[in-house]
């Protein structure tokens, strides 16, 4: 079962994927080793990174030496085809400073006065292609946050519920870490993490910074294999009762090859060494023969029968630009929380007139994204170094975590969560932006002295991102336009955006925390910290960590979905993707997305077993 264009589905699935990214991927993996026959529907093209990924190309053979554009974003290398802040034909509506009324979305960077930015992967495999790949499990205040401090919403699960899943993603898709024991940063099981690279000269030095601040600086953990993976023994332990995804995972695994430090992961992969959807899940799912996948899908809406109960999807086919209908037992929407929470709110009928699985009105409510601030530094004792070997991975191989729980449970902090930082710096291969804002060291400079002044701060500057975790409010939720609609008749999405003070105050708090581990290294603030947090924090959607509008809960009347991401209105009809979140910890969420989906598939599968769906 392969690649198929939209004229040759079967009559009908057992279950529909819509989405093959970290979510749909993960859904369509445990599916098809568990024999199901499963339909993936992917909204861009077909996209192989073994094939496509520029791994080895330096940033002279791109235009413009490679540097960020309207385009790309992220560089002329980078993974994403077919998406990003614009998709074409594919508009989404904003608010634009205090102009009145609705536009469409055109700002592809920050600063913006668009109140929500929306990133869109249009290509097989999502995001994955196109991520950090930090992978930070979320801890035991993260599950209950409304119990520690009276604020936002309790997941209907605990830690415990999902820490035997995070051991899964952690073994099959490969995380180098280590185990810290930290308070709210959950230990792995022995042997699970790989073992995490070599810190850097400059993460040395934060570390000895930050150790007279009390700020803790431990191995990141990042989805890149920093060493082969066990290809004899994982199989068998993810799957025992599947002798198929043993030999089909372990075929996979065996080409998964050790990272070779080269260049960014944001290009791809093609010796598989990071985690994307398109080189983990994908291929041994293909292998099981369970699997169909259509890309170029557009999918508008779920359908449902007389009952309620739904019956499959409808979708655009991009390419023959008409519209198909695929059938299956049980419906997954795992296309992104907006994604997804569009698809529900579009599915109207007699049964549903609000959109399907809506009867607590949440559907696109309680939208979230990472608070996101940074600041940069020059440290003098880093210029004119010698050159070293900074082999490793091409983000973060140390980090730190939020380390003032406790002072924020006492109430000695103006801002009820906490945050992580992030940071980068060293000698990287030198790129067109490298040397921009030189001149506020130097005070400018030309011909032989630039030469000179490049060579001695070459590697001397750092940059610090805090990342921190949002409340859900009233005032942040996406809805369909009522006259809007994209290039495959579809209605777009508009964005209600609104900061709290709790999130502004969080983000002042990250740039005077970051000036100050500068100062402690000996450095200097590139620009001075924005205490004000209205403009410290970065724009809603900019750090590409929407969770939330298709909430989980425990009582219908006020979530969308069971704990088990399963739709409380129609029984057969589940979402896995970041929609479920009722909180979005400063944990990058990728991570907890797969182990969510995870166990909601295998809850799936148990009440198929039961022929409960």
């Known amino acids: 079962m392969p690649f198929i264009p939209g004229s040759k589905t079967k009559p009908d699935y057992d279950v529909i994927v819509v ?72 508009p989404y509506l904003v608010k634009r400073g205090a102009a009145p009324g609705w536009v469409e979305a055109q700002d592809t960077s920050i600063p913006t006065q668009q109140n929500f930015l929306w990133w869109r992967s249009r290509m097989l495999g999502g995001r994955t292609n196109h991520w950090g790949r930090f992978s930070f499990r979320m801890g035991e205040y993260d599950f209950k946050p409304r119990r520690r401090d009276g604020l ?39 042997g699970v993490l790989l073992p995490p690279p070599k810190p850097r000269a400059y993460e040395l030095l934060a570390k ?51 990272c070779m430090w080269a260049t960014s992961c944001l290009r791809g992969c093609s010796i598989k060494a990071n985690y994307q959807s398109t080189t983990v899940h994908i291929p041994p799912a293909l292998a099981t ?73 949440k559907v696109g409510r309680y939208l979230m994204d990472t608070v996101g601030s940074g600041l940069g530094g020059q440290i003098p004792v880093l210029e004119n170094a010698p050159p070293y070997n900074e082999d490793g991975a091409s983000v973060m191989h140390m980090y730190m975590p939020w380390w003032k729980y406790q002072q924020q449970r006492a109430g000695k902090m103006d801002f009820p969560r906490g ?79 609104k900061w709290s003070e709790h999130e502004e105050l969080q983000a002042a708090h990250m740039q005077k925390t970051i000036a100050e581990i500068i100062e402690s290294m000996g450095g200097r603030v590139t620009s001075p910290p924005q205490l004000d947090g209205k403009k410290a924090i970065y724009p809603g959607g900019s750090i590409i960590h929407e969770v939330g509008t298709t909430c989980m ?20 009809l589940f979402v896995t993707d970041g929609g479920p979140f009722v909180s979005n910890a400063d944990k990058n969420p990728t991570l907890t997305i797969m182990a969510n989906a995870w166990r909601a598939t295998d809850y799936l599968l148990e009440e198929m077993r039961k022929g409960n769906i």
């Open 553 to 572: 809960g425990s009582d219908p009347k006020n979530s969308v979905l069971n704990q088990f991401c399963q739709a409380w209105d129609v029984k057969n």
């Open 289 to 361: 023969g369970n699997l169909d996948i259509i890309t170029d899908a557009m999918v508008r809406e779920v359908s449902v029968d007389d009952t309620g109960r739904a019956t499959g999807v409808y979708y655009v086919d991009k390419v023959s630009r008409q519209d198909r209908h695929a059938k299956a037992r049980v419906v997954v929407l795992a296309a992104s929380g907006c994604e997804s929470a569009r698809i529900l709110l579009n599915s109207k009928s007699a049964h549903f007139s609000d959109g399907l699985a809506n009867s607590s009105g």
């Open 419 to 497: 945050y992580h930082i992030e940071f980068g710096g060293g000698r990287a291969m030198p790129d067109a932006s490298t040397f921009f804002g030189l001149e506020g060291v130097t005070g400018g400079s030309y011909g032989k002295k630039l030469k000179e002044d490049m060579r001695r701060y070459y590697g001397s500057f750092v940059y610090f991102a805090g990342r921190g975790e949002m409340i859900p409010n009233e005032d942040c939720y996406c809805e369909l336009d009522p006259d809007k609609k994209d290039a495959w008749g579809i209605p777009v999405l508009r964005f209600h955006w």
């Open 208 to 258: 000895k910074a930050c150790a007279e601040l009390g700020i803790p600086v431990i191995p990141s953990h990042v989805a890149i294999l920093s060493q082969q993976q066990d290809y004899q023994n994982i199989p068998k332990m993810l799957h025992p009762n599947s002798p198929a995804m043993q030999k089909a995972l372990a075929e996979n695994m065996k080409t998964r090859l050790a």
């Open 152 to 190: 936002g919403i309790d997941w209907p699960l605990d830690y415990q519920d999902l820490a035997p899943y995070y051991d899964k993603v952690e073994r099959l898709i490969g995380v180098f870490g280590s185990n810290e024991g930290l308070e709210n940063t959950p230990n792995s099981s022995p």
């Open 19 to 90: 989405g093959s990214g970290a979510a749909g991927g993960q859904t369509a993996y445990v599916l098809a080793a568990a024999g199901v026959k499963v339909l993936m529907l992917e909204a861009g093209r077909r996209y192989d990174p073994l094939a496509e990924t520029p791994m080895f190309n330096t940033n002279h053979h791109a235009p413009l030496r490679g540097v960020a554009t309207s385009d790309k974003p992220f560089g002329f290398f980078d993974a994403t085809v077919g998406g990003g802040w614009r998709v074409p034909g594919e």
